[in-house]
Nanobody
Framework: QRQLVESGGGLVQPGGSLRLSCAAS????????IGWFRQAPGKEREGVSC????????YYAASVKGRFTISRDNAKNMVYLQMNSLKPEDTAIYFC?????????????????????????WGQGTQVTISS
């Protein structure tokens, strides 16, 4: 059974940092594109950052560019999202997602991040709350 399990969410003050982790089981991440998405109450799910299958091409939403960093460790079957300079508007449930489609270039991972409905596998989400 293919699973993605997120961890690392929590409550932090504005300006703080969090590192989200996503562990894959039942399949390997070697040949999958990975994304982090978030959904705030009353809002649609949005792509935060996505990374390509092979060459590490990345996409970041404008709202997080320069503050968030996506990374992957295929040897550990893990994906990470380092989040710095957090703002109250970053408050949301954060989901890890994986897809075995041919998302290989920066434009393709940008497209992947903008089309969450086409993505194959999802984690259950982890809550991130930014508040003083």
């Amino acid at each position: 059974q293919r699973q993605l399990v997120e961890s690392g969410g929590g409550l932090v003050q504005p300006g703080g940092s969090l590192r989200l982790s996503c562990a894959a089981s039942g399949f390997t991440l070697d040949n999958t594109a990975i994304g982090w998405f978030r959904q705030a109450p009353g809002k649609e799910r949005e792509g935060v950052s996505c990374i390509s299958r092979r060459d590490g091409s990345t996409y970041y939403a404008a709202s997080v560019k320069g503050r968030f960093t996506i990374s992957r460790d295929n040897a550990k079957n893990m994906v990470y999202l380092q989040m710095n300079s957090l703002k109250p508007e970053d408050t949301a449930i954060y989901f890890c997602a994986a897809d075995e489609g041919a998302w290989d270039t920066r434009l393709e991972v940008q497209a992947m991040c903008r089309m969450p409905r086409v993505i194959d596998y999802w984690g259950q989400g982890t809550q991130v709350t930014i508040s003083s």
